[in-house]
T-cell receptor, first 115, second 116 residues
């Protein structure tokens, strides 16, 4: 049990579908992150929220839309995705955003397949 | 700018032998350094970190890492490898002087394979 829960674990969607990924952290952290992990590629940072405010948007296509309603929940809304968006999507959280010396705590990810 | 390099895509070691997974970094000032492990179909899991103080850092599952400022390295080590240590290992760095942005930069990962 990691303290960061992601649902669903697996998702298959067509290119015209709309779906959402959910992340919940039970650690009392004040920052949350979305990462994309594709085979043979480095981890790609997508979005960062600190105290529910987006502080980083790493040139992510608009077909990915994040939402952070409170410090414990983070969503990634997906629409009109492409097959190259198939990947493992990882959520993470951390404490003490302003000092930067705390590790990230990751969920187990959502394996997304776009058909 | 901050960057981190893991020069080996894969490391192979026999069970019971010592293992080393290499990491080098580049930052403006004194770095914050982290190691994570990822098992199949799981997220990354924190192993250990160096912030300041003793250059030898001990972490989970018997792993340790040595901070070497002159060589800008932070290699992960374990005296005796187990088959269950087989996983993907990531090094990460944060630059405290980057000013307001404390997002870590991750290496590309090193696949560790421990043979029985």
């Amino acid at each position: 049990e990691t303290g960061v829960t992601q649902t669903p674990r697996h998702l298959v969607m067509g290119m015209t579908n709309k779906k959402s990924l959910k992340c919940e952290q039970h650690l009392g952290h004040n920052a949350m992150y979305w990462y994309k992990q594709s085979a043979k590629k480095p981890l790609e940072l997508m979005f960062v929220y600190s105290l529910e405010e987006r502080v980083e948007n790493n040139s992510v296509p608009s077909r990915f839309s994040p939402e952070c309603p409170n410090s414990s929940h983070l969503f990634l809304h997906l629409h009109t995705l492409q097959p190259e968006d198939s990947a493992l999507y990882l959520c993470a959280s951390s404490q003490d955003w302003g000092r930067g010396n705390s590790p990230l705590h990751f969920g187990n990810g959502t394996r997304l397949t776009v058909t | 700018a901050q960057s981190v390099a893991q020069p080996e895509d894969q490391v192979n070691v026999a069970e019971g032998n010592p293992l080393t997974v290499k990491c080098t970094y580049s930052v403006s000032g004194n770095p914050y350094l982290f190691w994570y492990v990822q098992y199949p179909n799981r997220g990354l899991q924190f192993l250990l970190k160096y912030i300041t103080g003793d250059n030898l850092v001990k972490g989970s599952y018997g792993f340790e890492a040595e901070f070497n400022k002159s060589q800008t390295s932070f290699h992960l080590k374990k005296p005796s490898a187990l088959v269950s240590d087989s996983a993907l290992y990531f090094c990460a760095v944060r630059d405290p002087l980057k000013g307001g942005s404390y997002i870590p930069t991750f290496g590309r990962g090193t696949s560790l394979i421990v043979h029985p």
